[in-house]
């Protein structure tokens, strides 16, 4: 499964749910996280093909189950993908700092939860400008929450955005348009200048806001082939940014699961994890 196809089918789904049951089944189909699971098999093969030994990638290449709930500081949540290192086995562990975990028994333990690379996938494919400020809040809040414990931990975060938003009105006739937004290249740069806020972190001492890398990705579905940006200057010609001083390029897709393994095996050895 690569980008491209894994974009192509969840058009395909999203479409043919509008088609053939208006509103209702696009939210439904949504809910059941099936078009955001193809991105997960993307990323799970790209790690597979950078040489990690896909028996330690969870949950597994082709299944949806098996996700591993890491705690941080704060609170334990399941990871959407994990790559766990290959010598460290999980340890029980009670927790004995303040918090709201305080007194909690930890099934992994600090040094499994910090050696394990986490990547999460997040998207929005409805309104760019609803909910940004609770859905980037959640993003920042995250990278807290784990790296605040385990200072070293190597971060991902996957965020799908669609340019265009499907029209509502239309869907609950069963047909399928998308909008056009004035204020587009607003929104994108937002986007943009917010997650590179929270990009590549390098020094594991601080930042722990931060991830050690970002993808935003930004997809234009209208198009017969969805089109997903590589540059600056893609968006720039698109009409989808007009600030120069908004740089696109290190949140791209190309090199995001590469930056990552290579960031975890410089911390922890480059046999860690294949």
Do not use: W
Not at 20 to 32: E, F
Not at 64 to 72: A, D, F, H, K, N
């Amino acid at each position: 499964m690569d980008l491209q196809r894994a974009l192509n089918e969840i058009k395909e789904m999203i479409e043919n749910a509008i088609i053939t049951g208006g509103t209702a089944a696009k939210n439904n189909l949504i809910r059941t996280s099936q078009p955001i699971q193809l991105i997960h098999e993307v990323i799970k093969t790209d790690l597979i093909n950078l040489g990690i030994d896909k028996n330690l990638i969870r949950p597994l290449k082709g299944e949806t189950r098996g996700e591993l709930p890491l705690c941080g500081f704060v609170k334990k949540k399941a990871q959407d993908i994990c790559v766990v290192a290959k010598n460290i086995r999980p340890k029980r562990e009670r927790l004995d700092f303040d918090g709201i975990l305080k007194g909690y028994v930890d099934l992994y333990g600090k040094e499994f939860t910090e050696k394990t690379l986490s990547i999460n996938v997040r998207s929005q494919l409805s309104s760019m400008a609803k909910n940004f400020d609770t859905l980037y809040e959640r993003t920042f809040a995250e990278a807290l929450n784990l790296h605040v414990r385990c200072n070293k931990m190597v971060l991902g975060e996957f965020y799908m955005i669609a340019v265009k938003e499907l029209c509502s009105d239309a869907a609950n006739q069963s047909r399928v348009l998308y909008k056009e937004n004035r204020n587009l290249h607003n929104h994108i740069a937002k986007y943009i200048s917010s997650f590179n806020a929270v990009n590549n972190r390098v020094d594991f001492e601080g930042d722990e806001y931060k991830y050690e890398r970002v993808c935003l990705l930004i997809v234009d579905f209208s198009y017969d082939k969805p089109k997903y940006f590589d540059s600056t200057e893609e968006l720039i010609e698109a009409g989808l940014l007009r600030d120069q001083k908004v740089k696109y390029d290190t949140l791209n897709y190309s090199k995001f699961v590469s930056d990552l393994t290579e960031v975890y095996q410089n911390r922890f050895g480059s046999g860690s994890i294949n």
